[in-house]
């Protein structure tokens, strides 16, 4: 039983530590740089309702990949009844635009059930 405990914790240990060690690694795109690629996706797009950038957030969706996360002002309407809140900007430049669902909330991930959802055996 001991055994067990002592690799639990030296488990926890070592996770703290790469996730410790993760956070204090500096973005490879500096935010100077994400805030002019949100800038300019929101001049290209027009900028139909004069929309602003209230946040540029980094993220570390893992221990290996991060980005930077704009968070408009307000929603605007994009195609299929759904509404753009903001953007993702990945490390490289590359842009992901974040969309609600078509009723207005957000799509479950591929593949997850929707909460309270059971199996039909």
Do not use: C
């Not at 001991?2 to 996770?15: D, N, T």
């Not at 956070?23 to 602003?52: C, E, F, H, R, T």
């Not at 307000?74 to 590359?94: F, P, Q, W, Y």
């Amino acid at each position: 039983m001991k055994p067990l405990r002592i690799l639990a914790l030296s488990a926890v240990l070592a996770a703290t530590s790469l996730s410790a060690f993760a956070a204090d690694k500096a973005p490879s795109l500096p935010i100077d740089q994400a805030l002019k690629v949100a800038q300019d996706y929101l001049q290209k797009s027009g900028n139909p309702s004069g929309v602003q950038i209230v946040g540029l957030i980094y993220e570390q969706a893992t221990v290996r990949s991060s980005y930077w996360y704009a968070k408009w002002s307000h929603s605007v309407d994009a195609a299929d009844n759904r509404k753009e809140t903001g953007l993702r900007i990945d490390m490289d430049g590359t842009v992901t635009r974040f969309v609600t669902a078509p009723g207005g909330g957000h799509e479950a991930p591929v593949g997850q059930r929707p909460v309270g959802a059971r199996s039909m055996r």
